[in-house]
């Protein structure tokens, strides 16, 4: 790519690539495509001649960046699976998964936030909140996020089985009105996950009874459960993510550990975003 001299001055809000331009407002990298950062080169150009170099680098970084802005946030409701009195499960160690739940979703909800989305958080503040609730306490957001901490079959965890099962798990239901694009949000997600070097467990599709959940997505770990009641009664697009497998004491150790959290987090709300900047133009 040829880059022109103003270009060149006026790089320190960001740099060019074949593209897009990168822009970097308050640290964040953000897209501009390369027709308007070229209308914005012409009125750059026009302030220099008639004030100054400066007077253009801030004219161009304030509009370039508003341009690279998304025309419209994501509203995402972060939800932290079960409540201080129901914890769910107990990991190996003995501390509950609402705790687990509890650490991931604030993070989440703070990355998602960090990128301009409007979150809407749900029982994070330690409210005992109904699953039928849960789901509609925003019933025009874009999408439903449940975080939850894996456990196994008792049976497994009798026989002392519990270091074979490790991984997170994506879920979502057919009875959710919005069952496409919650599955491509799930899709999204189980990605993210992936990328950050995460591996998805696969025994919830065993046969078996309490388990036989239909696997959508083998590499990516997407699973169908109809029956979960945050997923089939929310009116938005909802996903379920169980992070990983706390009764596994390997695991859970590696899922205490603070840049873990930090990381799934990260892919989560990656994950989130992603699959609102690709969903069909009809609904936008």
């Known amino acids: 790519m040829v880059v022109l001299p103003l270009e060149r001055r006026l790089n320190a809000c960001g740099a060019p690539d074949a593209g897009n331009i990168w822009l970097i407002p308050g640290g964040r990298a953000l897209p501009l495509r390369r027709h308007f950062f070229q209308a914005v080169?012409?009125?750059?150009?026009?302030?220099?001649r008639r004030f100054s170099w400066t007077a253009a680098r801030v004219a161009f970084c304030a509009a370039a960046s508003l341009a690279a802005l998304p025309a419209q946030a994501a509203h995402i409701v972060v939800d932290t699976g079960h409540t201080v009195s129901r914890p769910g499960a107990t990991g190996a160690s003995g501390r509950?998964?609402?705790?687990?739940?509890?650490?991931?979703?604030?993070?989440?909800?703070?990355?998602?936030?960090?990128?301009?989305?409007?979150?809407t958080q749900v029982a994070a503040d330690g409210a005992e909140v109904a699953l039928g609730q849960r789901s509609r306490v925003a019933p025009t957001a874009d999408l439903?996020?449940?975080?939850?901490?894996?456990?196994?079959q008792q049976k497994y965890i009798d026989a002392g089985r519990q270091r074979e099962f490790a991984g997170f798990a994506v879920f979502v239901?057919?009875?959710n009105p919005k069952y496409e694009q919650s599955l491509r949000c799930a899709r999204a997600i189980g990605e993210q996950l992936v990328a950050a070097g995460e591996k998805p467990s696969l025994y919830h599709a065993e046969p078996i009874a309490g388990e036989n959940r239909p696997l959508l997505d083998r590499r990516l770990g997407v699973h169908r459960f109809d029956g979960l009641a945050v997923l089939k009664t929310a009116p938005v697009p909802a996903?379920?993510?169980?992070?990983?497998?706390?009764?596994?004491?390997?695991?859970?150790r590696r899922l205490a550990r603070p840049e873990v959290i930090k990381r799934?987090?990260?892919?989560?709300?990656n994950g989130a975003r992603d699959c609102q900047q690709t969903e069909p133009a009809e609904r936008r």
Do not use: C, K, W
Not at 41 to 48: D, K, N
Not at 144 to 152: G, K, L, R, T
Not at 239 to 252: Q, R, T, Y
């Open 239 to 252: 996903v379920l993510v169980e992070v990983g497998v706390i009764v596994n004491p390997d695991e859970e």
């Open 144 to 152: 439903f996020v449940s975080i939850h901490h894996d456990s196994m």
């Open 41 to 48: 080169i012409g009125v750059a150009t026009t302030l220099v």
């Open 96 to 119: 509950v998964e609402y705790l687990y739940n509890l650490d991931v979703s604030n993070l989440v909800a703070a990355d998602l936030r960090a990128a301009g989305d409007r979150v």
């Open 173 to 175: 239901s057919e009875r």
């Open 264 to 269: 799934l987090a990260q892919a989560i709300a």
